[in-house]
């Protein structure tokens, strides 16, 4: 069964920590995407990346950074974690090529809290 | 991408079909629809898609109108285990093309 999976179910971490959330996925897919989702706020792009070492902003990047230096691994950074980025965050991944166009294959989810 | 307009609730007594709306009457030539559902504390999952033609798989069935403005998400036999929040999603399917999630609908199927 393919998958997208995230290193972290739960993590607690204090204000000011540099924090990593890892994604990897088993698919060979291109593209991969870090989200956040917070209540009345659905799911927001942070940051997504359409090949190695290449990265684009999403709608709310700020505070954030990213590295993709394999194509199945996706890490979403927290430079300086702050009680504003309390949050659920989700990792996908997907395919252009051909009928693997699917769509998005999500992760679990990670859900963090700063404090 | 286009935006997308789905009703904040539903339910749906379980055995029955659930037919979720969704109205995307700026979606334009080359934009596929798409459908996904979020049950509670996992991350979303996909269902379906279409650009014209209406498709089936094992989990639901896509009617898209004719004009391409308006779609249906149908369960045919709605389960307790349906329950869960379903996002319609127009999006062009270009190199990076991102999925940009609405609300969607708070599906509650009932016994």
């Known amino acids: 069964d393919v998958k997208v999976t995230q290193s972290s179910r739960y993590l607690v971490k204090r204000t000011g920590e540099k924090v990593f959330l890892e994604c990897v996925q088993d698919?060979?897919?291109?593209?991969m995407f870090w989200y956040r989702q917070d209540p009345g706020l659905g799911l927001r792009l942070i940051y997504f990346?359409?090949?190695?070492?290449?990265?684009e902003k999403g709608d709310i990047p700020e505070g954030y950074s990213v590295s993709r230096e394999k194509k199945e691994r996706f890490s979403l950074i927290l430079e300086s974690a702050s009680t504003n980025q309390t949050s659920m965050y989700l990792c996908a991944s997907s395919s252009i090529k051909g009928t693997a166009n699917y769509g998005y294959t999500f992760g679990s989810g990670t859900r963090l809290t700063v404090v | 991408d286009a935006k997308t307009t789905q009703p904040p609730s539903m339910d749906c007594a379980e055995g029955r079909a659930a037919n979720l709306p969704c109205n995307h009457s700026?979606?334009?030539?080359?934009?596929?629809v798409y459908w996904y559902r979020q049950i509670h504390s996992q991350g979303p999952q996909y269902i379906i898609h279409g650009l014209k033609n209406n498709e089936t798989n094992e989990m639901a069935s896509l009617i898209i109108t004719e004009d391409r403005k308006s779609s249906t998400l149908i369960l045919p036999h709605a389960t307790l285990r349906d329950t869960a929040v379903y996002y319609c999603?127009?999006?062009?399917?270009?190199?990076?093309?991102?999925?940009?999630f609405g609300t969607g609908t708070r599906l509650q199927v009932t016994l």
């Open positions: 990346s359409y090949d190695v070492k290449m990265k």
């Open positions: 700026t979606i334009s030539g080359n934009e596929y």
């Open positions: 698919m060979d897919h291109e593209n």
């Open positions: 999603i127009v999006r062009d399917t270009g190199t990076a093309s991102k999925l940009t």
